[in-house]
């Protein structure tokens, strides 16, 4: 297997053309960017980010920042991701679904079948996001039949490799720290 060093942003990072620069001189073929979350919100940066990824020579990936209760929410969520990427008119690897926030995991909240109406609904090649604890504890990840993008800090190797694995939050790049992941890819 091949690993692949792809770097995770969103509007919460101040980035320009130049970061995306750095980016494919340090070796990334990829990018991952958020497209949206939640119910009705885009990610403010997404399309300028994916220019600017694009013309820096780099694939882009994206997600969907969730916070679904219910497989309902998720499929609302899921119309809203498609929404944006249809009114952005870009060209997508992979879509992940990002299930971490505290709000998914309510007493009682199914956050595999959350998962799988987001999944189902997006219709997209789609793949799902979280963090390790999450993975082994709550998520049947297994039984969605899909990539899974696995965050896990602070080891030398992630516990269960999957399509790729977060590994950190502190990647250096022109004077920023970014989230970082490898992509296992076959050679």
Request: with cysteine; glycine share 6%; net charge negative.
């Amino acid at each position: 297997m091949k690993e692949l060093k792809v770097y995770d942003v969103s509007e919460n990072n101040t980035l320009d053309y130049s970061d995306f620069e750095a980016m494919a001189a340090d070796g990334c073929k990829s990018v991952i960017i958020r497209c949206s979350f939640g119910w009705t919100h885009k990610d403010s940066k997404f399309k300028e980010y994916y220019g600017y990824a694009v013309k820096a020579g780099l694939a882009v990936k994206t997600y969907h920042y969730g916070y679904a209760h219910n497989p309902e929410e998720a499929v609302m969520e899921a119309q809203n991701c498609k929404q944006v990427l249809e009114e952005a008119g870009v060209a997508i690897d992979i879509v992940f679904y990002d299930v971490e926030d505290p709000s998914f995991d309510n007493e009682g909240n199914d956050i595999t079948a959350c998962a799988k109406a987001f999944l189902d609904e997006l219709g997209l090649n789609a793949g799902l996001y979280s963090m390790a604890s999450w993975l082994e504890n709550k998520i049947d990840w297994k039984s969605l039949g899909c990539p899974v993008w696995w965050a896990q800090y602070e080891v030398s190797e992630p516990d269960v490799k999957t399509l790729a694995w977060q590994y950190t939050d502190k990647e250096p790049i022109n004077g920023k720290e970014l989230d970082c992941s490898v992509f296992y890819v076959p050679e």
